[in-house]
C-alpha cells in the first residue's frame, strides 16, 4: 500500500502560480503511475494530469494543457502539480492519486488517494 499526503494548496488571484506536493509513503514510489484529479462540490472528480511509473511520460487534460506541468521526484517520493495561469474555473480541490495499473485518466483506475488539498483562484 502507498499512503498519500497533499500539501501547497491556497488562495491565489487569476494569472498567478501555484505548485501542489503530494509525498508517498509505503511502498516503492517507482510502483505507482500517478495522478492528479480535482473535483467541486457536486460534481464528479475530473482528471487533470498523470505520469506514468519511470518513463516520465505525461498525460493532461485539454482544460490544463500548456498551463500546468506534472513531475516527479523519486529520491522525494513526491509528485508535483505546478499550476502557472490559473483561472477562477480552476478552483477545486485537487487529489492525488496513485495507481499500480498503467497511468490513465479515468478515476476509477486509481486505488490510493490524498485527503485533497483546496485550490481557490479569484478573479
Known amino acids: 500500500q502507498v499512503q498519500l499526503v497533499e500539501s501547497g494548496g491556497g488562495l491565489v488571484q487569476a494569472g498567478d502560480s501555484l505548485r501542489l506536493s503530494c509525498a508517498a509513503s509505503?511502498?516503492?514510489?517507482?510502483?505507482?503511475?500517478m495522478a492528479w484529479f480535482r473535483q467541486a462540490p457536486g460534481k464528479e472528480r475530473e482528471f487533470v494530469a498523470a505520469?506514468?511509473?519511470?518513463?516520465?511520460?505525461?498525460y493532461y487534460a485539454n482544460s490544463v494543457k500548456g498551463r500546468f506541468t506534472i513531475s516527479r521526484e523519486y529520491v522525494k517520493n513526491t509528485v508535483y502539480l505546478q499550476m502557472n495561469s490559473l483561472r477562477p474555473e480552476d478552483t477545486d480541490v485537487y487529489y492525488c492519486?496513485?495507481?499500480?495499473?498503467?497511468?490513465?485518466?479515468?478515476?476509477?483506475?486509481?486505488?490510493?488517494w490524498g485527503q485533497g488539498t483546496q485550490v481557490t483562484v479569484s478573479s
Open positions: 505520469i506514468r511509473r519511470t518513463d516520465g511520460i505525461t
Open positions: 492519486a496513485a495507481t499500480e495499473s498503467a497511468a490513465a485518466t479515468n478515476r476509477h483506475q486509481y486505488n490510493y
Open positions: 509505503g511502498r516503492t514510489f517507482s510502483t505507482y503511475a
